[in-house]
């Protein structure tokens, strides 16, 4: 089993790879990191890892993504499975000032990561399994005023996976959508936290371990989401438009 993440730094991928490592998996970390990689790779071999190679590359780097991935594949053969990881919260108010961070957004959140997945399913033989699981977020499901640049990035990829999963249904390929609401990791470093719906890395790479097992779709995580972006998708306009959300 050859487990390719794009994005190990991140902590919910490092949570998740400590769980499959216990299975003697192989990992490939990509990320823009050396000395995190190294790290995190030698912590997966002492947790039971058969392998851990440490891929220093820059994931958004938008023209290098079909080349790199051929590369991947061919020195260390297809995968398995193949985790997209990484992300940008970002602020808002920059973004929405400044084109240039408006598309940073974007092209780390959507473009890149729409394009990794598909470089990873270019060509692959019909028959293998691959399962392909991309972390997106419960704030792709609604625009809201608060965060809707990173919000509309995760959206598309949502669309984009769905469309996938759809494409390769009944076939061998998994594409898996994981929607995590608040998660207590660097990324939210600047958000006060507490409180019941905030989740450790560790939760989340739970259910990430178990929507893997299981083949599903699309996983909400922790599973109080679910319910809670029901309601949030099917408010109505003159309700939704008056929330400070
Ligand atoms: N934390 C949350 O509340 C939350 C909620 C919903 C969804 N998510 C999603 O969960 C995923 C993992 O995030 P996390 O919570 O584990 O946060 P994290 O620990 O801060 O990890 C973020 C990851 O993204 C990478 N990254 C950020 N900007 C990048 C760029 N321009 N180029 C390449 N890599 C970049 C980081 O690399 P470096 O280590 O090199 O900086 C790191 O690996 C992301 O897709 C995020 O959008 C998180």
Redesign the pocket.
């Known amino acids: 089993m050859t487990i390719l993440i794009l994005?190990?730094?991140?902590?919910?991928?490092q949570a998740y790879a400590r769980r499959r490592a216990g299975e003697g998996a192989r990992f490939v970390l990509a990320?823009?990191?050396q000395d995190?990689l190294a790290a995190i790779a030698a912590d997966l071999i002492a947790c039971g890892a058969a392998a851990a190679d440490p891929f220093v590359v820059?994931?958004?780097a938008i023209d290098g993504i079909e080349e790199t991935a051929r590369a991947l594949r061919a020195r260390f053969g297809e995968f398995d499975e193949a985790l997209i990881?990484?992300?940008?919260?970002g602020e808002q108010v920059v973004s929405e000032q400044d084109p240039h961070a408006a598309r940073?957004m974007f092209d780390?959140?959507f473009t890149s990561a729409a394009l990794w997945a598909l470089a990873l399913l270019k060509d692959r033989p019909a028959a293998v399994p691959f399962t392909l699981v991309a972390?997106?977020?419960?704030?792709g499901d609604r625009g809201r005023a608060s965060n809707f640049i990173?919000g509309a990035a995760?959206g598309a990829l949502d669309r984009l996976l769905e469309g996938l999963a759809q494409k390769y249904g009944g076939s061998p390929v998994r594409i898996i959508t994981i929607?995590?609401?608040?998660?207590?990791?660097?990324?939210?470093a600047g958000i006060p936290k507490g409180g019941p719906l905030w989740a450790t890395?560790d939760a989340v790479a739970a259910d990430i371990a178990r929507a893997v097992a299981k083949g599903r779709r699309v996983v909400y995580t922790p599973w109080f989401w679910r319910p809670i972006m029901l309601i949030i998708r099917h408010l109505p306009w003159f309700v939704f438009k008056r929330l400070k959300i």
């Open positions: 994005g190990a730094t991140s902590a919910i991928a990320g823009r990191r995190r820059d994931l958004t990881a990484y992300g940008l919260l940073v780390t959140n972390i997106g977020s419960v704030a990173y995760k929607k995590p609401g608040f998660v207590d990791t660097p990324m939210t890395p």
